[in-house]
């Protein structure tokens, strides 16, 4: 992660995961579900994704969810802390939101103004 969640910044990867992960999701669904929600605009590779998901863990933003039988893949969910993490995230883009759209005029700069 190239970014650090410590300072509460996250890389957009990270950002699309934690969503996802707000549903129990094994690696290739979350795969497949960030592609779909960004019209294929992140796609995360295998490597990067599982990299990800084993920090995410040590961090406590994420665990294993339960499974209940032994041939199903392992699944995600995000943590009490990893939902904390998101909200406030979530307050930090929309204040970035808030400010860009005050400087260049909100929507008005949206259609080529």
């Known amino acids: 992660m190239p970014e650090s969640t410590d300072r509460g910044a996250f890389t957009e990867a990270v950002f699309y995961i934690l969503l996802s992960l707000h549903q129990p999701m094994h690696g290739y669904a ?4 960030i592609a ?3 019209q294929k605009r992140v796609s995360l590779g295998a490597g990067t994704l599982y990299g990800a998901l084993n920090t995410l863990e ?3 933003l994420i665990q294993s969810f ?3 039988s032994k041939d199903r893949k392992k699944e995600y969910i995000i ?3 990893g939902k904390q993490s998101f909200n406030k ?3 930090r883009l929309r204040e970035l939101l808030k ?3 005050a400087i260049l005029g909100g929507s008005e700069n949206e259609k080529g103004n």
Do not use: F, I
């Open 89 to 91: 995230e979530l307050v």
């Open 66 to 68: 339960e499974e209940s």
């Open 36 to 38: 779909d929600l960004t």
């Open 99 to 101: 400010t860009a759209e």
């Open 79 to 81: 943590t009490k802390l």
């Open 30 to 33: 979350l795969m497949k579900n």
């Open 58 to 60: 040590k961090k406590g």
